[in-house]
């Protein structure tokens, strides 16, 4: 490729332009919430107080333009699976067990064919982990979507027993982060990497990959619920929009940072591929994906279980960049 290298902004989604205007609304956002709030904006999830003590967590996300890859490859039922896997991910960082699921799904025109292979996929992973799918909406929007296309959108909400919320001040200085290992590139940054392959076909089998493109492309977006119901975290970081430098970051107290070491852990070798052919820096590529660490645990050093793969430390943050990639 000729001329500059891509970026995420780019390609059509600019993450720094969101934040600005998520701080405008944050006011009125708040403004909604009463004492029963236990988290605000920010979290990977909100938490609200049951009055028999307890708090219900609850996440809303969608699975962005991975949908246009499935549309190309007429495969969509791991569509489903990204979605549930997720928001049960997000809630899950706030020490959730899932409760209910609820779907949204608008397309121009109902192919029955590709409705059904979605909710296999969501009907699978919620039963994988312990969620009901409660209901949902199904919406047919001519005008709105071309034929074809479709959208996808996932409402949960989960349960935190009283007493189990993790206080991010319990986090210092010195405490261990644990990388739990990602499927490649789960359900973010397709915009840019819809870029970066635009001219290939999905049937490709790049030698760095074993496989064709579009397999590798759609791979399903990892559960993490079973490995943070048996590591004692501290802080946990679901790295999806916004990347490991966005991400890790939201789950770290003021004061805090991270510093990472790149070399820690084995990076899936699908984002060497994207970062070769758009010639992206690596700021832009930790700020846009996972880069192979799809949770990022925050434990206590003397917490780390034997098995698990350190991936580097929390320390004092004094200014500049809260995560540093060494």
């Known amino acids: 490729m000729a001329g500059e290298g891509l970026s995420y902004a780019a390609a059509g989604v600019d993450i720094e332009a969101y934040e600005r205007v998520l701080e405008r609304v944050k006011p009125l956002i708040r403004a909604t919430h009463s004492e029963d709030v236990a988290l605000g904006v920010g979290p990977f999830a909100g938490l609200f107080k049951l009055p028999g003590g307890g708090h219900l967590a609850a996440s809303a996300d969608g699975v962005g333009t991975k949908i246009k890859v499935a549309i190309a490859a007429s495969s969509h039922r791991g569509i489903g699976t990204d979605l549930v896997n997720h928001c049960v991910n997000d809630i899950a960082t706030a020490g959730a067990r899932p409760l209910f699921l609820l779907d949204y799904f608008a397309t121009g025109k109902l192919d029955p064919e590709v409705f059904t292979q979605i909710i296999e996929g969501i009907t699978a992973a919620c039963r994988e982990a312990g969620c009901a799918l409660l209901g949902g909406e199904t919406a047919e929007m001519p005008g709105v979507y071309a034929l074809g296309d479709y959208d996808l959108a996932g409402f949960i909400v989960g349960m935190v027993e009283s ?53 590798e492309l759609l791979e399903p977006h990892r559960s993490y619920l079973l490995e943070l119901g048996s590591i004692a975290w501290k802080g946990a970081a679901h790295i999806t929009g916004g990347g490991v430098l966005g991400n890790l970051p939201r789950c770290l107290p003021a004061g805090l940072g991270a510093r990472l070491g790149r070399r820690s852990w084995e990076e899936p070798p699908i984002f060497a591929l994207v970062q070769k052919r758009g010639r992206i820096s690596d700021d832009e590529m930790f700020g846009t994906f996972n880069m192979g660490l799809g949770m990022i645990l925050v434990v206590d050093r003397d917490e780390v279980p034997r098995s698990a793969q350190v991936v580097g430390e929390v320390v004092p943050h004094t200014g500049g960049e809260r995560v540093v990639i060494s």
């Open 163 to 215: 007493g189990l919320i993790r206080d991010p001040k319990a986090i210092r200085a010195g405490d261990v982060l644990i990388g739990l290992p990602s499927s490649g590139l789960h359900t973010n940054g397709f915009s840019l990497v819809r870029k970066v392959f635009e001219d290939e076909p999905l049937s490709r089998v790049f030698p760095e990959l074993g496989r064709p493109l579009g397999e």
